[in-house]
């Protein structure tokens, strides 16, 4: 039997099969007994843990048991500036921003540009530099405490990160590297290292502040291998090991089971796009689930399993009531395809605009937000 | 026909053929009319160039052409602190006195705490920081003028560094660098990565000044692997390839054809050994070239070809006469071997009394000498 899906950090494919990916990657299945745990904490449950959209963990149950006992954990997640931020990038900082919220966690954010500058021929390390700092606002634009978030863009930090970065090296071989990132003799020594300085910002709570404080990484479940590294790592250099929680991706408006793309336009809808711009996009590229003719929806109904609109709406629309109400009609025929559309053109325009708002003003605060040596 | 000596980065055994190995290596020999011309603006030559201990070079022309037509050069060489200086350290930093003094150039020392950190399973960073700044009064010891001189410990520059390094480490392969340094796929990853951080000073006066400065090398000859692959980057990232000029190595107290090494105590006299440890090492250690009594010394004559003793004093004794002399007069018998060793523990004792002087005041202007983020 062939898998009819690929999943790692450098290739998102096919249907995923998010159980099976859990069996794979030897992660677990967040349960009712583990949310009822964080809803004690919390008060409502994020719709995004409701939806199980966050559907899989690593040691949250340690993060939680340490946290009963008065000991502080940190989140830890990151962006690789290869161009502008979609709304897919959004997903786990606006949930990042509710643990933040609820458990008074800072936020350790990485911003990758040596990453990406050594991955991509055609970009300069100022180009990837730039668009850092650009991909910064969006994150900011999330609303988190300036008091407790830290935003740092690896090479403008490059002092306190590779001091980190080669502590970790030192306990990884090349053999290691290959197998965890598909990483080959072709690929060059400035990515085959790169993995350390992904580690690094895993331990650099515990650094900066001189005693052990374990990170949690709310990230898409494609990233999970680069934490095994560092969780093999870190009990070798006296640290907690990283804890994690994985969503599921926002499909690519071109169809479900793939993943948006920043280089890849049409699938995306960007934090900078117009009105217009995300209307046309929604309009012209959103997978369908509906039927090929009016009548034949009406008489069938749609499908909004494989419909992106709907899938879409599960991400980014807060009240449960309304969502079970468009599933229903869409499903009974009663709502077209059109008007679904519209409903998520809606819902995203507005979103953007606020976030936009919230975006020019974090220029203004940037600063206060960023971390450098 | 086999090869009866090893001579990379990692590995110097065996007599080395310094002929074959300017083939091997494709380096050019520095031949009379190359010192005719360095001799038209220093004056008289140096006695390590005067010796051949300085004996191999590549693109020395060019640097003497740009020289010539008004361009300045940068000197670039360093030291991996694994433990304390010895004396076979000194020999490219003496050189490259002379160089500064006679050019006008200036010297860019690295010291590599993250390398022999990362290389050495039982140093901690600590320790290779620590050794680092202790090697730095070595090279300061040497009399460098403090508006020219730049040394930095990798960890301590790492910002500027690292920046420079990902753009050269994106132009190698790590096939490249299993090729040129002998990595595997057991090698870490920081090792893996580390080739570029070594390249990164070849071009570090050019970012440094804004202008293209070409950077010349004095180093071991077992060191010049190294530098190929900055040569072979240098164009692409639009910087001058380093030229380097090459010495001898300095034999091992126990034995010629071989190099001191750190880790070997009864090889080296480290610059920090008092009066009676280096008569004691000389005395026990070193290699004669004598005969079995003193009889058949007197008829037969010495050895000075393999006497280490007499080695020794090619790298320290600047008067070509005296050394003349000894050579003669052991040759003939009639210098006992004894003789010679305490002409080199007065040589060796005298110069290190020096030194140490020089060494102490260092502490306190450090600061003067050291880059750092």
């Known amino acids: ?137 969006d994150v900011i634009a999330c609303g988190f405490n300036p008091d407790k978030t830290f935003i740092f863009v690896d090479t403008d930090y490059a002092k306190t990160l590779y001091k980190l970065s080669i502590q970790i090296a030192k306990k990884v071989t090349t053999s290691s590297a290959k197998a965890v990132f598909g990483f080959t003799n072709e ?25 052990k404080i374990r990170t949690l990484i709310p990230a898409a479940i494609d990233q999970d291998p680069y934490w095994r590294i560092s969780r093999d790592v870190a009990p070798k250099l006296g640290f907690p090991k990283t804890a994690a929680i994985h969503n599921l991706f926002l499909p690519a408006l071109t169809g479900q089971g793939s993943k948006m793309s920043a280089s890849h336009e049409e699938t995306a809808v960007y934090t900078t796009d117009s009105e217009d711009i995300v209307a046309k ?31 879409w709406l599960t991400f980014f629309e807060e009240d449960d009531k309304k969502l079970e109400n468009i599933y229903r009609e869409y499903k009974e025929g009663k709502m077209l395809t059109g008007e679904l559309k519209q409903i998520l053109t809606d819902k995203i325009v507005n979103f953007l605009k606020k976030h936009q708002e919230k975006r020019e003003k974090a220029k203004k605060v940037l600063d206060k937000f960023i971390l450098k040596d």
Request: glycine share 8%; net charge neutral; hydrophobic share 35%.
């Open 1 to 137: 039997m062939t898998k009819k899906y690929t999943v790692t950090p450098w290739e998102v494919t096919g249907e995923v099969d998010y159980d099976k990916l859990i069996k794979e990657f030897g992660t677990e299945k967040i349960n009712e007994h583990l949310l009822e745990r964080i809803k004690k904490h919390t008060g409502e449950l994020h719709y995004m843990l409701r939806r199980k959209i966050f559907f899989s963990h690593r040691d949250l149950n340690l993060v939680l048991d340490e946290y009963e006992k008065g000991m502080e954990f940190a989140l830890y997640t990151g962006r690789g500036p290869s161009g502008n931020t979609h709304i897919g990038h959004l997903v786990p900082w606006i949930f990042c921003k509710y643990l933040q919220d609820k458990f008074g966690a800072e936020l350790y954010f990485q911003i990758t540009d040596d990453e990406k500058f050594m991955l991509k021929p055609e970009l300069t390390l100022e180009k990837t530099n730039e668009l850092g700092y650009e991909n910064a606002l």
């Open 187 to 211: 690929t060059n020594i400035g990515m085959m290292f790169w993995p350390a300085v992904q580690a690094a910002p895993c331990f650099l709570p515990s650094v900066l502040k001189g005693k």
């Open 281 to 311: 996009k929604i309009k012209k590229y959103a997978f369908s689930g509906g039927q090929a003719t009016i009548d034949e929806h009406r008489k069938k109904g749609g499908n909004p399993d494989v419909d992106v609109s709907y899938q």
